[in-house]
């Protein structure tokens, strides 16, 4: 805070918000500390053009406070190392009772006898407009660089175990797998041979039966066909 016999005013460094091409801005209290008197007070800067001042001018009542918003265009380039030359200078003067802001000249603030003049000089401060996070340390937040350590360990030694178990359960499901195919294999080659016994019984029944040529000899065949046939649909299904 920068204090004088009129008034007090917050900050002493206006802090800007730094991003290129954008606009930033911040703001400063002054405080009339006086209890019979208003203050009026002008706001000057070394670069007025880069700077908009809202308001510029104005009167403090006696133990009030009015805030004036101080705007920085959007710059194309940043400064050299983030530092600013930039300043501004408040000045403040006692003013008769009933000053308007409008009514507020530069006249008022030239040095004359019998006419205190306050000046309050301003330095610009350039700050990151998204500042990095700080790394917490280990003695404020509880948690040592060797923690961090534990944790990191932990936590690899649990995915370590998670692809253990996906493995293991993919060799079980692999195992099962072939014993299935192992298995339809064996009933394959089953069905297989007797399919082919039952061709060759098949067969032997078509020469005995060109032996003999009665209709019951014929009726017999016919059957033993038919049920040939169903046996060997539903084992050719069951494959």
Not at 61 to 70: A, E, F, I, Q
Not at 114 to 143: M, T
């Amino acid at each position: 805070m920068t204090t004088g016999d009129l008034v007090n005013i917050h900050p002493t460094e206006l802090k800007f918000p730094f991003e290129l091409k954008k606009q930033s801005s911040c703001s400063m209290q002054l405080t009339n500390k006086t209890t019979t008197h208003c203050v009026a007070f002008k706001v000057k800067t070394t670069n007025p053009r880069k700077y908009c001042v809202r308001p510029n001018t104005g009167v403090v009542l006696p133990g009030d406070s009015c805030n004036v918003t101080v705007t920085m265009q959007a710059q194309k380039e940043a400064p050299l190392d983030m530092q600013c030359k930039d300043k501004f200078l408040v000045q403040t003067v006692v003013v008769s009772d009933g000053t308007s802001s409008k009514e507020v000249l530069a006249e008022m603030f030239n040095k004359e006898a019998g006419r205190v003049i306050e000046d309050f000089k301003l330095r610009v401060v350039y700050i990151p407009a998204n500042p990095p996070s700080p790394v917490p340390e280990g003695s404020e937040e509880g948690n040592s660089p060797m923690a961090s350590l534990n944790e990191i360990g932990s936590q690899t030694a649990s995915l370590f175990d998670d692809v253990s178990r996906t493995f293991e359960e993919t060799n079980e499901k692999s195992s099962e797998a072939w014993s299935m195919i192992s298995k339809l294999t064996e009933e394959k080659t089953s069905a297989t041979q007797q399919s082919q016994k039952l061709r060759l019984e098949l067969e032997m029944l078509r020469k005995e039966s060109s032996k003999k040529q009665s209709g019951g000899h014929s009726l017999v065949l016919m059957l033993l066909v038919g049920l040939l046939g169903c046996v060997i649909g539903y084992i050719l299904n069951r494959m």
